[in-house]
């Protein structure tokens, strides 16, 4: 029988011969399976899992994955680009716009870490003529949004609404029928100030270790400047 607890343990430990940051931060995040998700998904403060889903991937697929999202809680995109969603800078579509700018800003990066991704996943198709994937490696996630609205005051888009489910924007966490694979110490239920001193806290411990250099680096100048 799948035991997706071990699966996830498994997982962590081949990150972390990739990303030592990123593993550090996946011990404090909690993750769950949950059929409430179509693949994985993160509301900023946990990981989601379809255990159907992750079983079927390959070793190297699963460590992208579980990259991705902890990319998006590191960089704490929830919480940074939460006021394009409350201005709705982009309309009935921002949620989307804003989360899929933020994905392929991060699946850029990952790739060019030569991580290594389930075929179609990495960006939906209705988002893929709206930014310029080369761009994404110099300009921030905020400067990608902000060139975007200047460029296109009036997007016109159109989506089959696959692509807007599990965004990095859903609210609330798991309910009592999900199970829990990495309990944590970080409450996914802790306020955004909470969240950003943990995501802090564990930059300045990489640091400390000697594994703040790079982008973790910049980030955490970034973030505690």
Known sequence: MYDVVDDYKNVIAILSTKDKVLALLAKRIRAIATKEVETLATNGKEI???PDYFQK??????????????SHIINLHTIRLAKYIENQVFGPFTEFIVNAIADIKINEELKDEHYIFPQGVLYCDE???LVDYQQCRQLSVEELIEKLLKEAKHVKFQ????CMED???KKGSSNGGDQIINQGDIDP???DDKIRDA?????MVAKFIGLGQGKYGRLLDELTK
């Open 199 to 203: 995501v802090v806290e564990t930059l």
């Open 57 to 70: 991937l390959p070793d190297n697929q699963k460590v992208s994955l579980v990259a991705h999202e902890l």
């Open 48 to 50: 989601e899992i379809n």
């Open 167 to 169: 965004t990095i924007f």
């Open 189 to 191: 239920n802790s306020t």
């Open 159 to 162: 989506t089959t609404g696959r």
């Open 127 to 129: 988002i893929k003529n």
